[in-house]
């Protein structure tokens, strides 16, 4: 395209108007000397031609003139030289005989118009006159008024010749043709000759100027007659003539000038023409200059669009360079004839090496390229544009869309060009999206929504299949404790690991969702029977079991399963999770790192749970809860130095109650909060009934360290009974220090400074590293009750015993024993230097009647 352009651009606008200008200014001078030459060369023509009938009629007048002489000289000469003219005119002057019998005289004015007729004999006198026909009396000289007697001899003289004199004389201003002859006897020999000289005839021819126009009109002379002066003589169209006495005379005529009607009749329509052929110039000029201004205007506006066309090709070439995208142009059997510079950036193939070869040979397309090219041709209404791949020069796959149009010759189709459009990354970013939005961010597995969706097809999928599925509920024991000692870093950690576990134990048409927290749900199919669950339970939970290695720790967690199965329990997505989730809480309630099969008395217990949380709510008000206390008794004295507060719930249907039936709803419904401050309330005020040394002990969830403005209920409690702060207690589990560690060592303090006693509960059952015992202010701990079971036969268990009991009183705390069940047990704790003991061996927990009873023995 670009020469075209170069083209266009080379044309110059102005010089195209101004050269046609020039061009018809030159056609105009040419036209106008043209002109001039040929009006030149008429004139030139014209005074030729003149000159030729100037030429011409001095000819004629000449000849005229001549044939007039000759006339008068033929017929002088046959009269003088008649024998009879001389007898009866010299001899003997017979008027008779001339005049009246007419031989001589009268007949020569009306058939010759001579005007004058003389005879002039020896003496000079006029013998006969006859003038203009009638004899007269005149004489010659006298008529003629001139002297003519000199002619007169000189017409003798020649007479022996028979030459009569002729020539021309001016008679009043008037030429006369005169000729003068001598009568001879001729050649009559009857006639003799006399002595003495011989008259002489004279004839006289006046050219009047009716005779010399007359004359001229012989000869086609216009107008002949005398010019007036002789200065004139050279003037054209005049005949200077001699006379016999010597003064000349001019004759004059109007000349013919063929020359002259030429240019009269010629020169108009020369400069008609000439006038027409400017104006028809001047017309075309104009109009040459028109269509020149035009054709500037149209090559100016032409320039302009072609600029304005260069433009936009700069245009499509800064966009062709600057896109991400390449253009390309085949031919109609899609060989690439035409790729842009993007070409090599975007793909970093080599343009030259593409160049000729066919487009589809690079990408290809679902279907063919080729295939979707006919099939569009035939349904115009088709999308232009389709999605393709590519693999780049690096050897990536490369995804991109195509936009196509036809390229149509006036035979058809010509070839076809386009974009491409590197849409990779679109495509990326559109499957991360969407793979976000149906995976865990966590730990990549599916999520919910993907869960849902691959469940509602496998179930839609089932009665074509017939194949049972199966759907575990997995929840991780422990896992809230790995978060609270080892950070939530760690615990995504284990987490992440967690799914790697359990998806190399399935198969990869099964899905592990992630339900949020350290619960997983599992959907497995192609195993039927109970015991083929039973063991890939074993295999997860065993694999769950496996120490996760995480900063050179081991981190030891189980698992819990519940399993539902579809079409045995039911063929509902929304029943199947639950059902799973019910037999999830059985397995977890049944003991940690089991499983469980849903069974249809467990949706009936789900529902008493629930129905547990609603009358727990009513408990309180309707003063459901009891408080029972159990002793404490010092190793050494073996007196009782306190009680723990232990509440039990008198159910109006189910019975009395333990804590480990309500405990759990209470925390999660929220209702423990009031649940521990009727306690705290209740054990106050009971202990103030007993005696002064005696402490009261109450435990506290970790959900109320959390929130519950504890440290006022505390001194609420205190106040209210009135019991010294020194003789309450407060059992904390370590995973109160574990979660807000800042907080709950704030709230200690606050709680310390208030002068209540606090104690840490179950000891060694968590993961709290021995370091919390000294940075939290703790008055005393108790050993867990599960130490307490092989502890007479078991040297492990006593060493640990001793062990926390060194620590114990290298902290200054009160140790304590729980779970006291036999004198062995005791015994043992009595060597280990135990301070304090609790169980059942020593007194069960009571109610506070049956404690103060105690308290009086
Ligand atoms: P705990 O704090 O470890 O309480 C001691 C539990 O051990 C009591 O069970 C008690 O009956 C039991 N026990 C005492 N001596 C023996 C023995 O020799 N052998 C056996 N096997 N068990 C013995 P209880 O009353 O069922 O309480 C269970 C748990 O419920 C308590 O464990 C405590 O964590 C919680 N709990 C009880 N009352 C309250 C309360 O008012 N508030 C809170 N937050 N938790 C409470
Ligand atoms: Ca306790
Ligand atoms: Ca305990």
């Not at 083209?7 to 050269?19: E, G, H, I, T």
């Not at 201004?293 to 245009?315: G, I, N, T």
């Amino acid at each position: 395209m670009a020469p075209v352009v170069e083209s266009f651009r080379a044309l110059d606008a102005q010089s195209n108007s101004s050269a046609t200008r020039k061009t018809l200014l030159f056609i105009s001078a040419l036209l106008v000397i043209l002109f001039v030459v040929a009006s030149v060369a008429l004139v030139q023509i014209a005074s030729q031609q003149n000159k030729q009938a100037i030429k011409q009629g001095l000819f004629y007048v000449e000849k005229a003139t001549q044939a007039r002489q000759k006339s008068i000289l033929a017929t002088v000469g046959d009269y003088a030289f008649w024998g009879e003219a001389y007898r009866h005119l010299h001899v003997q002057v017979d008027t008779d005989w001339a005049y009246k019998r007419q031989n001589l005289g009268p007949s020569l004015f009306p058939d010759f118009a001579y005007e004058g007729v003389f005879v002039v004999d020896a003496g000079g006198h006029t013998t006969y006159a006859v003038v203009e026909g009638q004899q007269s009396s005149v004489g010659a000289q006298q008529w003629l008024m001139q002297d003519i007697q000199p002619l007169i001899e000189q017409a003798r003289k020649q007479a022996e010749d028979e030459e009569p004199v002729v020539g021309f004389l001016l008679v009043g201003g008037q030429p006369a043709l005169v000729a003068l002859a001598a009568l001879t006897p001729g050649s009559d020999p009857q006639i003799e000759a006399v002595e003495g000289p011989p008259s002489v005839l004279l004839f006289v021819d006046l050219l009047g100027p009716q005779k010399l126009q007359m004359l001229g009109q012989d000869f086609g002379i216009d107008e002949l007659h005398v010019g007036e002066r002789l200065a004139t003589a050279q003037v054209r169209s005049s005949l200077v003539l001699p006379t016999l006495n010597g003064d000349p005379f001019l004759l004059r005529w109007h000349p013919a000038q063929p020359g002259d009607q030429l240019l009269y009749f010629i020169l108009p329509l020369l400069g008609l023409a000439g006038v027409i052929v400017a104006l028809i110039t001047w017309l075309m000029l104009r109009r040459a200059i028109t269509a020149a201004r035009e054709m500037d205007a149209s090559y100016s506006s032409l320039y302009a669009s072609q600029s304005a066309l260069a433009a936009s090709e700069a245009r499509f070439r800064d966009v062709a360079e600057a896109a991400s995208d390449w253009i390309w142009e085949t031919d109609a059997q899609l060989r690439l004839t035409y790729l842009s510079a993007r070409f090599q950036v975007v793909t970093g193939h080599a343009e030259s090496a593409w160049l000729g070869r066919p487009l589809d040979e690079l990408v290809s397309c679902p279907g063919g390229l080729q295939a979707w090219l006919s099939k569009r041709s035939l349904h115009s209404s088709s999308k232009d544009s389709l999605q393709g791949q590519y693999l780049a020069s690096d050897g990536r796959l490369r995804i991109c869309m195509f936009a196509l149009r036809h390229v149509e010759g006036v035979s058809g189709i010509t070839g076809y060009r386009g974009i491409v459009s590197d849409i990779t990354q679109e495509v990326e970013a559109r499957a991360r999206i969407e793979h976000l939005s149906l995976h865990d961010t966590l730990t990549g597995l599916p999520n919910r929504n993907r869960l849902q969706t691959f469940l509602e097809d496998k179930l839609s999928a089932l009665p074509m299949t017939g194949e049972p599925l199966v759907m575990l509920s997995v929840d991780l024991d422990r896992f809230k404790s790995v978060n609270d000692s080892f950070g939530h870093e760690t615990g995504d950690l284990v987490l992440g690991e967690v799914s790697q576990r359990l998806r190399v134990i399935l198969r990869d048409g099964d899905l592990v969702a992630r339900m949020g927290g350290d619960e997983f749900i599992l959907i497995v199919s192609g195993i039927s029977t109970q015991a083929e669950v039973k063991r890939l339970c074993e295999r997860l939970i065993a694999g769950i079991e496996q120490p996760f290695e995480v900063d050179n720790q081991s981190i030891f967690i189980g698992a819990s399963i519940g399993v539902a199965m579809a079409p045995a329990d039911t063929c509902l997505a929304e029943e199947l999770l639950r059902y799973a989730d019910i037999a999830l809480y059985e397995a977890k309630g049944a003991g940690r790192s089991t499983w469980c099969f849903y069974a249809r008395d467990m949706k009936e217990r789900v529902t008493e749970r629930q129905q547990l949380e609603n009358d727990l709510r009513q408990a309180l008000s309707n003063n459901e809860l009891r408080l029972c206390l159990q002793p404490r008794y010092s190793v050494n004295s073996q007196c009782m130095v306190a009680a723990e507060a232990l509440v039990r719930w008198q159910h109006p249907q189910r019975g009395l109650l333990g804590p480990d039936s309500f405990i759990a709803i209470a925390e999660t419904t929220g209702l423990i909060v009031p649940l521990s401050s009727w306690v705290l309330h209740t054990a106050c005020m009971e202990a103030m009934t007993w005696h002064e040394a005696l402490i009261v002990s109450v435990n506290l969830s970790p959900v109320e360290f959390q929130h519950g403005r504890l440290l006022a209920r505390v001194k609420s409690a205190l106040n209210d009974s009135g019991l010294p702060p020194s003789r309450l207690e407060l059992e904390l589990t370590e995973s109160v220090m574990l979660g807000d560690a800042e907080g709950a060592l704030v709230l200690m303090q606050d709680l310390k400074e208030l002068g209540v006693r606090l104690s840490m509960d179950d000891f060694g059952t968590g993961y709290s590293s021995l370091s919390y015992l000294r940075k939290f202010p703790f008055d005393g701990l108790k050993i867990d009750r599960s130490f307490m079971a092989d502890l007479h036969d078991s040297p492990d268990s006593q060493a640990i015993i001793k062990a926390i009991v060194g620590l114990g009183r290298a902290l200054s705390l009160t140790v304590t024993a729980e779970g006291v069940e036999t004198e062995q047990q005791l015994e043992v704790l009595r060597q280990c230097d135990c301070d304090e003991v609790q169980g059942y061996f020593l007194a069960r927990p009571m109610d506070p009647d049956a404690l103060r009873l105690l308290l009086q023995q």
